[in-house]
């Protein structure tokens, strides 16, 4: 594997899944496999999962690893071509992600949406040039429309605990004070679609994903609806993106309870994490029997292994010149 920045860089989710599985069982059976060789993390937002849970998997795997808040701790980085960088950005991510190619073996990048430029956000410009110009495998620790990392260890949790063959996957919208990018709806979206399950996505008119990520689910606009008899309940907000990045008013209530809960089978409760307690989800919910956010929270530490290890076992030899990628991309 040479890239992980949606579900169609996997030539197979469902065994991808599989062996995640596997390595949960033994996390310190390929501990050798890194020897030498150094992960680099760089962060434009901030993170607790995805920085420490990288950083663990790395640890089994016996690899090093460098992590950087960028901007923060670095040179502020500027992404436009041709650029007169004669104001406030000092560097520009063609020399930056160059250099940080030269001193790690796989590089892993967090760069959330402006939520202000639609067409920028979703042609994911900050992620394809640090891909491009860093010239390694490449990581995506959640982009501006996607978080794969997120979703392989949704998928695996779910995978852990349905009882039904064919199990019914509610995705709600939740309350929130303020705009959220749509990355985990998307690629949960997009994932479900390689799981067996039915999926069902429920929310607020003005809310709708793009359609690209959601086909093949359910589109609901009632939520007590969605929710009948659903056997996982995943939630999360999001901000619109017809209406880019606002939050269109809503008028019913679409904060989840123990009493919409009692419509559902009674159904698992999901959240990728960090949450608004009491604004998203209610307590009771967050810490009830049924919820998984600390298994899915766990399940971070077994995506982000495996998905090193199939990199680790990459001849790097054969690795092509990103920007092959990118042509293919645009295609
Ligand atoms: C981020 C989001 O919604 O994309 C990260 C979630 C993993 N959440 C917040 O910004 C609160
Ligand atoms: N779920 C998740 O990615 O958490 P962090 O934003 O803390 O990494």
């Known amino acids: 594997m040479k890239f992980f920045t949606t579900v169609h860089d996997v030539a197979s989710p469902q065994q991808l899944l599989q062996e995640a599985i596997e390595l949960k069982k033994d996390p310190f059976g390929f501990s050798e496999l890194g020897k030498n060789k150094v992960l680099g993390l760089l962060f434009m937002n901030p993170s607790l999962r995805t920085r420490l849970s990288m950083q663990k998997a790395a640890m089994n795997l016996g690899m090093q690893v460098i992590v950087m808040n960028i901007n923060q701790d670095s040179w502020t980085l500027e992404f436009n071509d041709g650029a007169v960088m004669n104001s406030t950005r000092q560097e ?86 303020k705009p959220l990018p749509q990355a985990v709806a998307n690629s949960f979206a997009e994932w479900m679609r390689f799981s067996e399950v039915d999926l069902v996505i429920t929310h607020p008119e003005g809310y709708e994903l793009q359609e690209d990520f959601t086909k093949g689910a359910t589109i609901c606009y009632h939520q007590t609806e969605a929710l009948l008899d659903a056997d996982f309940v995943y939630v999360k907000n999001w901000s619109s993106y017809n209406e880019y990045g606002l939050m269109p008013k809503v008028e019913e209530d679409w904060l989840l309870s123990e009493q919409k809960m009692k419509l559902t089978n009674n159904a698992h409760l999901m959240h990728c994490l960090p949450v608004r307690r009491n604004v998203e989800v209610p307590d009771e919910l967050l810490d009830g029997p049924n919820s998984l956010i600390l298994q899915q929270a766990e399940n971070r530490i077994y995506s982000a292994q495996v998905v090193l290890k199939k990199m680790l076992e990459t001849n790097y030899n054969k690795l092509q010149n990103v920007v092959e990628k990118n042509v293919l991309m645009e295609e």
């Not at 956000?121 to 900050?126: M, V």
């Open 92 to 177: 520009h991510v063609k020399d930056a992600a160059a250099v940080m190619g030269l001193y790690c073996d796989i590089i892993g990048v967090r760069c959330f949406p402006s939520l202000t430029n639609r067409e920028e956000d979703y042609s994911e410009k900050i992620l394809l040039q640090f891909m491009k110009y860093c010239k390694k495998p490449f990581i995506s620790l959640e982009s501006a429309t996607l978080h794969p990392l997120q979703s392989l260890a949704d998928a695996i949790t779910i995978k852990e605990f349905q009882k039904q063959k064919i199990p019914k996957v509610v995705l709600t919208w939740a309350p929130h004070i």
